[in-house]
């Protein structure tokens, strides 16, 4: 591996951009949907432009599956209430969406289900899933959304 000035080497330096990359994401749940989308879903690698050579794509894979792992942890042990506040925000910050349509589209694609780690399965997996829907039932009727048809 390669180092830099200081002794710094490539993980390190790309642990620190993307540090600096998610704490520009307020909440959480934004950077679990961020992080889940660098997620190749025909390899189960993590992508990132700034990965350009192949030493560096391969480690900055195992970095941002690193921090997805950590940041999903943290999220799971959230009580709900904090994980519904924090969703909130995360809707509160999506521009041009139209929050029932929003919730309907969650509610119909349950792509919260894509946001969790290959490595994490069992309860904690679960626990995600079901403290999601509860909050999508909560958020339904705050913002006025029928129940999905299944037939759609």
Same mark, same amino acid.
């Given at each position: 591996?390669? !180092?830099? =000035?200081? *002794?710094? !080497?490539?993980?390190?330096?790309?642990? /620190?951009?993307?540090?600096?990359?998610?704490?520009?994401?307020?909440?959480?749940? *934004?950077?679990?949907? %961020?992080?889940?989308?660098?997620?190749?879903? /025909? =390899? *189960?690698?993590?992508?990132?432009?700034?990965?350009? =050579?192949?030493?560096?794509?391969?480690?900055?894979?195992?970095?941002?599956?690193?921090?997805?792992?950590?940041?999903?942890?943290?999220?799971? $042990?959230? +009580?709900?209430?904090? &994980? &519904?506040?924090?969703?909130?925000?995360?809707?509160?910050?999506?521009?041009?969406? /139209?929050?029932?349509?929003?919730?309907?589209?969650?509610?119909?694609?349950?792509?919260?289900?894509?946001?969790?780690?290959?490595?994490?399965? $069992? +309860?904690?997996? &679960?626990?995600?899933?079901?403290?999601?829907?509860?909050?999508? $039932?909560?958020?339904?009727?705050? %913002?006025?959304?029928?129940? +999905?048809? +299944?037939?759609?």
């Amino acid at each position: 591996m390669r !180092t830099f =000035t200081g *002794g710094a !080497t490539d993980r390190e330096i790309l642990s /620190d951009l993307w540090l600096r990359d998610l704490s520009h994401i307020r909440t959480s749940y *934004g950077r679990l949907v %961020y992080l889940a989308g660098l997620r190749n879903p /025909d =390899t *189960g690698r993590y992508e990132h432009y700034g990965a350009n =050579t192949t030493s560096l794509s391969v480690q900055a894979s195992q970095v941002l599956k690193a921090r997805h792992e950590a940041i999903f942890r943290e999220w799971i $042990g959230y +009580p709900l209430e904090k &994980k &519904k506040a924090d969703v909130e925000l995360y809707i509160a910050s999506i521009d041009q969406v /139209d929050k029932s349509e929003l919730i309907d589209a969650w509610l119909r694609l349950t792509p919260y289900k894509n946001l969790v780690p290959a490595s994490i399965q $069992g +309860p904690e997996r &679960k626990k995600h899933v079901s403290d999601f829907e509860a909050i999508l $039932g909560l958020l339904k009727n705050v %913002y006025g959304v029928a129940s +999905p048809d +299944p037939t759609s």
